[in-house]
């Protein structure tokens, strides 16, 4: 009987070891799940800019596309880098010749109001303007012949005139694989991506000392 009575302890109290294990193992992951999840700011690299550019467009009379400047600054370099707008090329220079970021904006803000002056002559849509950043000013001249508005077929078909005139330079390197083959001269969603980067802009969460979120500048 003896024998009997330990056995049953001794699972009793097997069974309600256990059963703490499981409860401080449910009570520590309930406690996890309830913890606020840190928000990040994917727009946070290129948010720092926004004084420079914002004074560097004001030369221009332009201060009220420092967004979509920074949209355009998202998609070409996320904010990193010594050419955060990419713009050595639109200079006539090598790519990411450019190793200054002031000098980046100066760049690119000067090859934005170009193609932004041209598109306005031209009376092409907005969304022609900001693809020509990626295309050239010829993608304006195309666009302008075939109604005056950006489509990515309009896109495409620009681009592979292009490829056609240099095929050994723009064949994304080969890569049959790269979304963007066989139209290789530029990014043929590159205006999507931008107007994309403009609304998630809007909805971005800033990081502030009191914790709270705030959204960018609407448009």
């Given amino acids: 009987m003896k024998k009997r009575k330990r056995k049953k302890s001794k699972t009793f ?4 070891v256990l059963f703490c ?5 449910q009570n520590h992951f309930q406690h996890k799940t309830q913890e606020p999840l840190m928000q990040v700011d994917p727009f946070a690299a290129v948010k720092q800019y926004r004084p420079q550019l914002q004074s560097e467009l004001e030369k221009y009379h332009l201060e009220k596309y420092t967004d979509v ?16 707008m990419q713009a050595s090329e ?31 002559q031209q009376k092409v849509d907005f969304p022609t303007v900001i693809q020509a950043y990626n295309m050239g000013s010829g993608y304006i001249t195309f666009v302008a012949k075939h109604g005056g508005k950006h489509s990515e077929e309009l896109a495409k078909q620009f681009s592979q005139m292009q490829v056609k005139k240099q095929p050994e330079l723009y064949n994304c ?23 994309t980067n403009m609304q998630l802009l809007v909805d971005s969460v800033t990081v502030n000392g009191d914790g709270k979120k705030n959204t960018g500048e609407s448009f």
């Avoid at 390197?173 to 107007?195: A, E, H, I, M």
């Fill in 173 to 195: 390197n080969g890569d049959k694989s790269n979304f963007r083959y066989p139209y290789c001269y530029g990014d043929f969603t590159y205006s999507t991506k931008v107007l």
């Fill in 21 to 25: 294990i499981l409860a401080a193992i």
């Fill in 90 to 120: 639109s200079a006539g220079l090598v790519r990411n010749t450019i190793q200054d970021p002031k000098q980046s904006i100066q760049a690119g803000v000067k090859h934005f109001h170009r193609v932004l002056t041209y598109g306005n």
């Fill in 69 to 84: 400047l920074l949209a355009l600054m998202q998609q070409e370099s996320h904010g990193h880098g010594g050419d955060p």
């Fill in 13 to 16: 109290f097997g069974l309600f």
